[in-house]
């Protein structure tokens, strides 16, 4: 489980990059960007079959933002839209078969998901996207609802899940890719090409699952940063 | 004055108890979860398509908590 770690010194202070990383993570924005592309070339208003699959998709994240966010919720697509598409193909490039190979040789050509760097980078920008959404729809109103004891209370516990949000949505797609790809290095050990299988499958499942965490939790929080107060 | 053979074993300790009381939790929360689906499903037949995609969510946001165990639990195994 180690990185291809390349090191260079700015001014006297030591900068890693994870190289692998980043290359897994242009892979699957490379994949995200080729059928996006593919997908809207020959628009028609009857759909053939490729433009079909992808208004269905479409279709789901605005469903889900009608449902989850109150007014003004379809401007929220593309942030919403590319974070889910990325983890889900992030996620399951590490389903790849070539992934037993490279983990036995200690190798690390997995998801880029299972980089702390990655998710967390991902974490920040939800965090700064729903603090400017709800600043631009409540104004400074969104740090402080009212002039009472309760509501400083309120206001400091907010200031308090600013810093623990992004932490566990960095945190929960981080471990469970991480923990899956130990999981499988273990059955690995057990019986080799055999009984990583079962949970390899199990894992396809997690990715789907964590990309519909990632985007419900961040749906949630714009929801709840530019709703009204009840 | 304690030695770093002493300290290595204690963090070892340290993240087995972390794990274990961390599955614990996650354990419980799934539990509930799966008890939640099936009263649901057991009272409307016709809504389980439907409590089965909430239900995968809960388990998998309950499931997270284990997995906060397991990262301190690997962050110990490194001490």
């Not at chain 1, 990383?21 to 080729?34: E, G, P, S």
């Not at chain 2, 016709?46 to 962050?75: D, H, M, N, P």
Request: with cysteine.
């Amino acid at each position: 489980m180690e990185h291809w770690v390349y090191t260079f010194h700015i001014a006297g202070h030591a900068l890693t990059v994870n190289l692998d990383t980043i290359l897994t993570m242009w892979f699957a924005m490379a994949v995200v960007i080729i059928f996006a592309i593919i997908a809207t070339r020959h628009l028609s208003l009857v759909p053939g079959k490729l433009q079909a699959v992808s208004e269905g998709i479409m279709k789901f994240f605005y469903g889900t933002l009608d449902t989850m966010v109150e007014n003004d919720n379809r401007r929220h697509v593309p942030l919403v839209a590319s974070l889910f598409l990325f983890i889900v193909t992030a996620n399951l490039m590490g389903q790849l078969p070539l992934r037993i190979i490279h983990l036995k040789n200690g190798g690390e050509l997995a998801s880029p998901t299972n980089d702390i760097n990655l998710t967390a980078a991902m974490a920040v920008i939800v965090l700064i996207y729903y603090v400017f959404m709800g600043i631009r729809t409540k104004g400074p109103k969104f740090f402080l609802h009212e002039l009472t004891f309760t509501g400083i209370v309120m206001a400091l516990v907010e200031l308090l899940e600013m810093f623990t949000r992004p932490l566990s949505l960095a945190i929960r797609l981080f471990a469970n890719i991480f923990a899956g790809e130990i999981l499988v290095s273990i059955a690995l050990g057990g019986l080799a090409y055999f009984l990583p299988l079962p949970i390899m499958l199990f894992e396809i499942l997690v990715a789907f699952i964590q990309a519909t965490v990632f985007m419900m939790l961040t749906i949630a929080y714009i929801g709840s940063a530019t709703g009204e107060e009840h | 004055m304690v030695d770093t053979a002493t300290i290595s074993q204690m963090a070892h300790l340290g993240a087995g108890i972390a794990i274990g009381f961390g599955a614990v939790g996650a354990g419980l929360g799934i539990g509930f979860a799966t008890k939640g689906l099936m009263d649901a499903v057991s009272r409307q037949p016709e809504v389980a398509g439907k409590a089965f995609g909430f239900f995968l969510l809960g388990a998998a946001l309950s499931e997270a908590c284990a997995l906060y165990a397991f990262v301190i639990a690997f962050l110990l195994l490194g001490k």
